[in-house]
Protein backbone atom coordinates (compact mmCIF):
# COMPACT_ATOMS: atom_id res chain seq x y z
CA UNK A 1 0.00 0.00 0.00
CA UNK A 2 1.38 3.33 -0.95
CA UNK A 3 1.92 6.17 1.66
CA UNK A 4 0.60 9.48 1.49
CA UNK A 5 1.40 12.54 3.05
CA UNK A 6 -2.13 12.83 4.08
CA UNK A 7 -1.95 9.13 6.19
CA UNK A 8 1.53 10.93 8.42
CA UNK A 9 -0.63 13.95 8.77
CA UNK A 10 -3.86 11.48 10.14
CA UNK A 11 -1.36 9.74 12.36
CA UNK A 12 0.41 12.66 13.99
CA UNK A 13 -2.96 14.32 14.08
CA UNK A 14 -4.21 11.21 15.90
CA UNK A 15 -1.03 10.39 18.00
CA UNK A 16 -1.52 14.03 19.20
CA UNK A 17 -4.89 13.79 20.44
CA UNK A 18 -4.32 10.90 22.34
CA UNK A 19 -1.08 12.23 23.73
CA UNK A 20 -3.29 15.43 25.18
CA UNK A 21 -5.48 12.88 26.34
CA UNK A 22 -2.87 10.69 28.25
CA UNK A 23 -1.82 14.30 29.55
CA UNK A 24 -5.01 14.95 30.69
CA UNK A 25 -5.48 11.57 32.42
CA UNK A 26 -2.03 11.38 33.96
CA UNK A 27 -0.85 14.86 34.66
CA UNK A 28 -3.80 16.85 35.57
CA UNK A 29 -6.45 13.86 36.44
CA UNK A 30 -3.68 12.36 38.16
CA UNK A 31 -5.18 8.85 37.43
CA UNK A 32 -3.11 6.06 38.68
CA UNK A 33 -1.46 7.36 41.15
CA UNK A 34 -3.36 6.72 43.84
CA UNK A 35 -6.28 3.78 41.89
CA UNK A 36 -3.46 1.06 40.92
CA UNK A 37 -2.38 0.48 44.48
CA UNK A 38 -3.77 -2.22 46.30
CA UNK A 39 -6.14 -0.99 49.20
CA UNK A 40 -7.76 -2.74 52.07
CA UNK A 41 -11.79 -1.52 53.12
CA UNK A 42 -12.50 -0.97 57.10
CA UNK A 43 -15.95 0.77 58.60
CA UNK A 44 -16.61 3.59 60.83
CA UNK A 45 -19.70 4.37 61.79
CA UNK A 46 -19.96 8.67 63.03
CA UNK A 47 -23.12 10.55 64.22
CA UNK A 48 -22.70 13.58 62.04
CA UNK A 49 -19.72 13.47 58.94
CA UNK A 50 -20.41 16.89 58.03
CA UNK A 51 -19.53 18.08 54.78
CA UNK A 52 -17.87 14.23 53.89
CA UNK A 53 -17.36 13.25 50.37
CA UNK A 54 -16.91 9.72 48.45
CA UNK A 55 -12.69 10.76 47.80
CA UNK A 56 -12.34 12.75 50.26
CA UNK A 57 -8.65 11.97 51.55
CA UNK A 58 -7.74 10.01 54.77
CA UNK A 59 -4.91 11.02 56.71
CA UNK A 60 -2.62 9.86 59.60
CA UNK A 61 -0.52 12.35 61.15
CA UNK A 62 -1.14 14.60 58.02
CA UNK A 63 -0.37 11.79 55.31
CA UNK A 64 -2.28 10.73 52.75
CA UNK A 65 -3.01 6.87 53.81
CA UNK A 66 -6.37 5.85 51.66
CA UNK A 67 -9.76 7.76 50.94
CA UNK A 68 -13.34 7.51 51.13
CA UNK A 69 -14.82 4.59 49.13
CA UNK A 70 -18.15 4.91 50.35
CA UNK A 71 -20.73 6.73 52.57
CA UNK A 72 -24.39 5.47 53.73
CA UNK A 73 -26.64 5.56 56.02
CA UNK A 74 -27.23 3.40 58.81
CA UNK A 75 -30.97 3.16 58.84
CA UNK A 76 -31.38 1.24 62.08
CA UNK A 77 -28.91 2.64 64.00
CA UNK A 78 -29.57 6.22 62.57
CA UNK A 79 -25.34 6.69 61.99
CA UNK A 80 -23.50 7.34 58.89
CA UNK A 81 -21.16 4.37 57.37
CA UNK A 82 -18.63 5.83 55.54
CA UNK A 83 -15.89 2.97 54.15
CA UNK A 84 -12.46 3.98 54.25
CA UNK A 85 -10.02 2.25 51.46
CA UNK A 86 -6.61 2.21 52.81
CA UNK A 87 -3.33 1.83 51.55
CA UNK A 88 -2.34 -1.53 51.73
CA UNK A 89 1.39 -0.84 52.59
CA UNK A 90 0.21 1.06 55.85
CA UNK A 91 -1.06 -1.19 59.21
CA UNK A 92 -3.10 0.41 61.58
CA UNK A 93 -3.74 -1.22 65.19
CA UNK A 94 -7.10 -2.30 65.84
CA UNK A 95 -8.13 0.31 68.33
CA UNK A 96 -7.43 2.86 66.44
CA UNK A 97 -9.73 6.29 66.33
CA UNK A 98 -10.89 7.93 63.34
CA UNK A 99 -12.18 11.40 63.07
CA UNK A 100 -13.83 13.73 60.97
CA UNK A 101 -11.93 17.17 60.44
CA UNK A 102 -11.12 20.14 58.18
CA UNK A 103 -8.04 21.10 56.43
CA UNK A 104 -7.82 24.65 57.41
CA UNK A 105 -10.98 27.45 58.25
CA UNK A 106 -12.69 26.33 55.21
CA UNK A 107 -11.12 23.63 53.50
CA UNK A 108 -12.31 20.36 52.69
CA UNK A 109 -13.16 17.86 55.34
CA UNK A 110 -10.94 14.77 56.10
CA UNK A 111 -10.91 11.92 58.12
CA UNK A 112 -7.89 11.46 60.30
CA UNK A 113 -6.54 8.52 61.80
CA UNK A 114 -4.81 8.43 65.18
CA UNK A 115 -3.28 5.04 65.59
CA UNK A 116 -3.79 3.17 69.23
CA UNK A 117 -1.73 0.07 71.24
CA UNK A 118 -3.29 -2.52 69.90
CA UNK A 119 -0.98 -5.63 68.78
CA UNK A 120 -2.86 -6.73 66.11
CA UNK A 121 -3.59 -4.84 62.88
CA UNK A 122 -6.90 -4.05 60.87
CA UNK A 123 -7.77 -6.05 57.94
CA UNK A 124 -10.47 -5.99 55.70
CA UNK A 125 -14.05 -5.61 56.83
CA UNK A 126 -13.12 -4.49 59.80
CA UNK A 127 -14.63 -1.81 62.02
CA UNK A 128 -13.28 1.34 63.60
CA UNK A 129 -14.95 1.63 66.88
CA UNK A 130 -14.03 5.11 68.33
CA UNK A 131 -15.04 7.73 66.29
CA UNK A 132 -15.05 11.18 66.52
CA UNK A 133 -18.28 13.59 64.12
CA UNK A 134 -17.46 16.43 62.40
CA UNK A 135 -17.47 19.57 64.26
CA UNK A 136 -20.87 21.55 63.64
CA UNK A 137 -20.23 25.52 63.17
CA UNK A 138 -23.86 26.37 63.91
CA UNK A 139 -23.37 23.73 67.27
CA UNK A 140 -20.45 24.72 68.33
CA UNK A 141 -21.62 28.55 67.85
CA UNK A 142 -25.09 27.23 69.95
CA UNK A 143 -22.80 25.75 72.75
CA UNK A 144 -21.00 29.03 73.12
CA UNK A 145 -23.67 31.88 73.82
CA UNK A 146 -25.24 29.20 75.78
CA UNK A 147 -22.53 29.18 78.16
CA UNK A 148 -21.99 32.67 77.60
CA UNK A 149 -25.38 33.54 79.01
CA UNK A 150 -25.37 31.12 81.92
CA UNK A 151 -22.13 33.16 83.18
CA UNK A 152 -24.19 36.11 82.70
CA UNK A 153 -26.76 34.80 84.56
CA UNK A 154 -24.46 33.72 87.21
CA UNK A 155 -22.61 37.28 87.97
CA UNK A 156 -26.08 38.05 88.57
CA UNK B 1 -53.44 48.09 10.06
CA UNK B 2 -55.04 44.75 10.32
CA UNK B 3 -53.51 43.32 6.70
CA UNK B 4 -50.12 43.87 7.97
CA UNK B 5 -50.81 42.11 11.76
CA UNK B 6 -52.48 39.33 9.09
CA UNK B 7 -49.24 39.32 7.27
CA UNK B 8 -46.59 39.20 10.37
CA UNK B 9 -48.46 36.60 11.85
CA UNK B 10 -49.11 34.46 8.33
CA UNK B 11 -45.10 35.07 8.32
CA UNK B 12 -43.99 34.07 11.79
CA UNK B 13 -46.93 30.72 11.02
CA UNK B 14 -44.66 30.26 7.90
CA UNK B 15 -40.93 30.31 9.14
CA UNK B 16 -42.05 28.33 12.70
CA UNK B 17 -43.37 25.42 10.19
CA UNK B 18 -40.50 26.00 8.08
CA UNK B 19 -38.03 25.13 11.06
CA UNK B 20 -40.16 22.23 11.82
CA UNK B 21 -39.95 20.82 8.34
CA UNK B 22 -36.05 21.50 8.56
CA UNK B 23 -35.50 19.45 11.76
CA UNK B 24 -38.03 16.56 10.25
CA UNK B 25 -35.60 16.51 6.87
CA UNK B 26 -31.93 16.83 9.35
CA UNK B 27 -33.96 13.62 11.38
CA UNK B 28 -34.45 11.87 7.55
CA UNK B 29 -31.02 13.10 6.60
CA UNK B 30 -29.70 11.63 9.46
CA UNK B 31 -30.39 8.53 9.04
CA UNK B 32 -29.39 7.83 5.47
CA UNK B 33 -26.34 8.88 6.61
CA UNK B 34 -26.23 6.09 8.82
CA UNK B 35 -27.17 3.73 6.46
CA UNK B 36 -24.33 5.00 4.17
CA UNK B 37 -21.46 5.08 6.24
CA UNK B 38 -20.78 1.63 5.93
CA UNK B 39 -19.08 1.92 2.57
CA UNK B 40 -17.48 4.83 3.44
CA UNK B 41 -15.91 3.26 7.07
CA UNK B 42 -14.93 0.53 4.91
CA UNK B 43 -12.68 2.80 2.47
CA UNK B 44 -11.26 4.11 5.60
CA UNK B 45 -8.74 6.11 3.40
CA UNK B 46 -12.21 8.99 2.34
CA UNK B 47 -12.03 9.61 6.30
CA UNK B 48 -8.48 9.81 6.95
CA UNK B 49 -8.57 12.49 3.75
CA UNK B 50 -11.45 14.69 5.79
CA UNK B 51 -10.00 14.62 8.78
CA UNK B 52 -6.86 16.06 7.60
CA UNK B 53 -9.04 19.01 6.07
CA UNK B 54 -11.26 19.27 9.44
CA UNK B 55 -9.08 18.22 11.92
CA UNK B 56 -5.49 18.83 11.04
CA UNK B 57 -6.12 22.26 9.41
CA UNK B 58 -8.05 23.19 12.36
CA UNK B 59 -4.91 22.64 14.84
CA UNK B 60 -3.40 25.65 14.58
CA UNK B 61 -6.18 27.72 15.92
CA UNK B 62 -7.25 25.11 18.15
CA UNK B 63 -3.27 25.35 19.84
CA UNK B 64 -3.59 28.85 19.79
CA UNK B 65 -6.78 29.96 20.81
CA UNK B 66 -6.40 27.02 24.11
CA UNK B 67 -2.71 28.89 25.35
CA UNK B 68 -4.48 32.20 25.15
CA UNK B 69 -7.79 30.84 26.94
CA UNK B 70 -5.68 29.28 29.23
CA UNK B 71 -3.15 32.35 30.40
CA UNK B 72 -6.78 34.06 30.18
CA UNK B 73 -7.81 32.01 32.91
CA UNK B 74 -4.38 32.05 34.62
CA UNK B 75 -4.36 35.48 34.92
CA UNK B 76 -8.06 36.14 36.03
CA UNK B 77 -7.77 33.26 38.67
CA UNK B 78 -4.37 34.44 40.10
CA UNK B 79 -6.54 37.53 40.46
CA UNK B 80 -9.25 37.36 42.38
CA UNK B 81 -8.05 33.95 44.07
CA UNK B 82 -5.24 36.16 45.76
CA UNK B 83 -8.12 38.20 47.30
CA UNK B 84 -8.52 35.40 50.08
CA UNK B 85 -4.64 34.32 49.68
CA UNK B 86 -5.60 30.76 47.81
CA UNK B 87 -3.09 31.47 44.71
CA UNK B 88 -2.17 28.03 44.69
CA UNK B 89 -5.90 27.13 43.63
CA UNK B 90 -5.49 28.77 40.61
CA UNK B 91 -4.41 25.36 38.41
CA UNK B 92 -7.97 23.65 39.95
CA UNK B 93 -9.51 26.93 38.45
CA UNK B 94 -7.56 26.69 35.05
CA UNK B 95 -8.02 22.69 35.15
CA UNK B 96 -11.75 22.30 36.04
CA UNK B 97 -12.95 25.40 33.67
CA UNK B 98 -10.97 24.03 31.15
CA UNK B 99 -12.05 20.20 30.96
CA UNK B 100 -15.87 20.37 32.09
CA UNK B 101 -16.96 23.30 29.75
CA UNK B 102 -14.00 25.69 27.88
CA UNK B 103 -12.46 22.92 26.12
CA UNK B 104 -15.43 20.89 24.58
CA UNK B 105 -17.61 24.56 24.29
CA UNK B 106 -14.71 26.75 22.93
CA UNK B 107 -13.03 23.74 20.79
CA UNK B 108 -16.55 23.23 19.49
CA UNK B 109 -17.63 26.89 18.48
CA UNK B 110 -14.35 26.80 16.78
CA UNK B 111 -14.56 23.80 15.12
CA UNK B 112 -18.09 24.99 13.60
CA UNK B 113 -16.55 27.96 12.62
CA UNK B 114 -13.42 26.56 11.17
CA UNK B 115 -14.10 22.95 9.52
CA UNK B 116 -18.14 23.30 9.57
CA UNK B 117 -18.61 26.34 7.84
CA UNK B 118 -15.74 24.67 5.15
CA UNK B 119 -18.05 21.75 4.95
CA UNK B 120 -21.30 23.05 4.10
CA UNK B 121 -19.46 25.87 1.56
CA UNK B 122 -17.79 22.47 -0.30
CA UNK B 123 -20.62 20.51 -0.01
CA UNK B 124 -22.97 23.24 -1.15
CA UNK B 125 -20.93 24.35 -4.02
CA UNK B 126 -20.49 20.72 -5.29
CA UNK B 127 -24.26 21.06 -5.43
CA UNK B 128 -24.46 23.88 -7.22
CA UNK B 129 -22.12 22.90 -9.95
CA UNK B 130 -24.13 19.44 -9.83
CA UNK B 131 -21.13 17.17 -9.29
CA UNK B 132 -23.77 15.46 -6.96
CA UNK B 133 -26.23 14.59 -9.47
CA UNK B 134 -23.52 13.68 -11.62
CA UNK B 135 -22.25 11.28 -9.14
CA UNK B 136 -26.11 10.02 -8.20
CA UNK B 137 -26.02 9.79 -12.77
CA UNK B 138 -22.67 6.78 -12.01
CA UNK B 139 -24.58 4.78 -9.35
CA UNK B 140 -22.14 6.49 -6.88
CA UNK B 141 -23.93 7.53 -3.55
CA UNK B 142 -23.03 11.37 -2.92
CA UNK B 143 -24.08 10.13 0.41
CA UNK B 144 -21.53 7.51 0.84
CA UNK B 145 -18.68 9.14 -1.07
CA UNK B 146 -19.04 12.80 -0.43
CA UNK B 147 -21.61 13.10 3.12
CA UNK B 148 -20.67 10.41 5.67
CA UNK B 149 -16.55 10.56 4.90
CA UNK B 150 -17.17 14.45 6.05
CA UNK B 151 -19.39 13.31 9.02
CA UNK B 152 -17.01 10.67 10.64
CA UNK B 153 -14.10 12.88 10.00
CA UNK B 154 -15.62 15.19 12.27
CA UNK B 155 -16.59 13.16 15.05
CA UNK B 156 -13.33 11.58 15.31
CA UNK B 157 -11.95 14.91 15.15
CA UNK B 158 -13.62 16.65 17.32
CA UNK B 159 -12.87 14.90 20.77
CA UNK B 160 -9.03 14.86 19.82
CA UNK B 161 -9.34 18.99 19.34
CA UNK B 162 -11.47 19.13 22.16
CA UNK B 163 -8.22 17.26 23.88
CA UNK B 164 -5.67 19.28 22.80
CA UNK B 165 -7.26 22.52 23.52
CA UNK B 166 -7.71 21.64 27.10
CA UNK B 167 -4.23 19.98 27.77
CA UNK B 168 -2.23 23.23 25.46
CA UNK B 169 -5.07 25.51 27.80
CA UNK B 170 -3.72 23.95 31.28
CA UNK B 171 0.02 24.66 30.04
CA UNK B 172 -0.84 28.22 29.35
CA UNK B 173 -1.93 28.52 32.81
CA UNK B 174 1.05 26.83 34.06
CA UNK B 175 2.71 29.22 31.95
CA UNK B 176 1.10 32.37 33.51
CA UNK B 177 0.58 31.84 37.12
CA UNK B 178 3.72 29.60 37.69
CA UNK B 179 6.55 31.03 35.15
CA UNK B 180 5.51 34.32 35.07
CA UNK B 181 3.56 35.16 38.40
CA UNK B 182 5.34 33.12 40.92
CA UNK B 183 2.82 30.41 42.26
CA UNK B 184 4.65 27.61 43.76
CA UNK B 185 4.71 24.26 40.57
CA UNK B 186 4.48 21.97 42.99
CA UNK B 187 1.29 22.97 44.91
CA UNK B 188 0.04 24.09 41.80
CA UNK B 189 0.01 20.45 40.08
CA UNK B 190 -0.66 18.52 43.52
CA UNK B 191 -3.93 20.79 44.26
CA UNK B 192 -4.98 20.41 40.37
CA UNK B 193 -4.17 16.45 40.89
CA UNK B 194 -6.21 16.04 44.17
CA UNK B 195 -8.95 17.92 42.55
CA UNK B 196 -9.52 16.56 39.11
CA UNK B 197 -11.83 13.22 38.95
CA UNK B 198 -10.77 11.04 35.85
CA UNK B 199 -13.93 9.81 35.43
CA UNK B 200 -16.13 12.93 36.42
CA UNK B 201 -14.19 15.79 34.54
CA UNK B 202 -11.89 13.94 32.39
CA UNK B 203 -14.32 11.47 30.53
CA UNK B 204 -17.32 14.13 31.08
CA UNK B 205 -15.54 16.30 28.49
CA UNK B 206 -14.54 14.09 26.18
CA UNK B 207 -18.11 13.09 25.61
CA UNK B 208 -19.17 16.32 25.89
CA UNK B 209 -16.92 16.85 22.59
CA UNK B 210 -18.01 13.79 20.88
CA UNK B 211 -21.42 14.72 21.00
CA UNK B 212 -20.67 18.36 19.70
CA UNK B 213 -18.98 16.85 16.96
CA UNK B 214 -21.62 14.65 15.84
CA UNK B 215 -23.96 17.51 15.99
CA UNK B 216 -21.63 20.07 14.26
CA UNK B 217 -20.93 17.64 11.09
CA UNK B 218 -24.41 16.68 11.27
CA UNK B 219 -25.77 20.16 10.62
CA UNK B 220 -23.10 20.96 8.31
CA UNK B 221 -23.21 18.71 5.86
CA UNK B 222 -27.31 19.15 6.22
CA UNK B 223 -27.05 22.16 5.46
CA UNK B 224 -24.33 22.14 2.75
CA UNK B 225 -26.85 19.32 1.24
CA UNK B 226 -30.09 21.06 1.59
CA UNK B 227 -28.73 24.48 0.11
CA UNK B 228 -30.09 25.83 -3.01
CA UNK B 229 -27.81 25.83 -5.53
CA UNK B 230 -27.32 29.57 -6.10
CA UNK B 231 -24.02 31.48 -4.72
CA UNK B 232 -26.89 33.02 -2.86
CA UNK B 233 -27.90 29.92 -1.00
CA UNK B 234 -24.58 28.70 -0.14
CA UNK B 235 -23.45 32.01 1.27
CA UNK B 236 -26.90 31.67 3.14
CA UNK B 237 -26.31 27.94 4.32
CA UNK B 238 -22.67 28.82 5.63
CA UNK B 239 -23.59 31.20 7.82
CA UNK B 240 -26.97 29.08 8.77
CA UNK B 241 -24.20 26.66 9.52
CA UNK B 242 -22.18 28.59 12.02
CA UNK B 243 -25.12 30.19 13.56
CA UNK B 244 -27.08 27.14 14.26
CA UNK B 245 -24.33 25.20 15.03
CA UNK B 246 -22.92 27.35 18.06
CA UNK B 247 -26.42 27.81 19.16
CA UNK B 248 -27.13 24.17 19.30
CA UNK B 249 -23.87 23.33 21.08
CA UNK B 250 -24.37 25.86 23.42
CA UNK B 251 -28.02 24.26 24.27
CA UNK B 252 -26.31 20.85 24.15
CA UNK B 253 -23.83 21.92 26.49
CA UNK B 254 -26.47 23.23 29.63
CA UNK B 255 -28.65 19.64 28.79
CA UNK B 256 -25.23 17.45 29.16
CA UNK B 257 -24.15 19.97 31.81
CA UNK B 258 -27.31 19.11 34.14
CA UNK B 259 -27.48 15.44 32.97
CA UNK B 260 -23.33 15.10 34.41
CA UNK B 261 -23.19 17.02 37.86
CA UNK B 262 -24.22 15.35 40.81
CA UNK B 263 -24.00 17.38 43.68
CA UNK B 264 -23.25 15.13 46.15
CA UNK B 265 -18.99 15.14 45.83
Known sequence: MERTTIDLWFGAFVLAGFAALLVLALKVGNLGADNARATYRVEAR?????????????????VLVGRVADIRFDNERFQATVVLALDARYGFPKDTSASILTSGLLGEQYVGLDAGGDDKKLAEGDRITITQSAVVLERLIGQFLFNKAQEDGAKK | MLERARRTLARIGHNFI?????VGAMARFFVILMAASGTS??????????????????????????????????????????????QESVGVLVAL???RELGPVVAGLLFASRAGSAITAEIGLMKATEQLTAMDMMAVSPMARVIAPRFWAGVISMPLLAAIFSAMGVFGGFVVSVVILGVDGGTFWSQMQSAVDFRYDVVNGVIKSFVFGIAVTVIATFEGFDAPPTAEGVSGATTRTVVSSSLVIL???????ALMLRGDR
Open chain 1, 46 to 62: FDNIGGLKVRAPVRSSG
Open chain 2, 18 to 22: DQVWR
Open chain 2, 41 to 86: LRRFRLVMREVYFSGVLSLIIIVVSGLFVGMVLGLQGYETLQTYGA
Open chain 2, 97 to 99: SLL
Open chain 2, 251 to 257: ALDLVLT
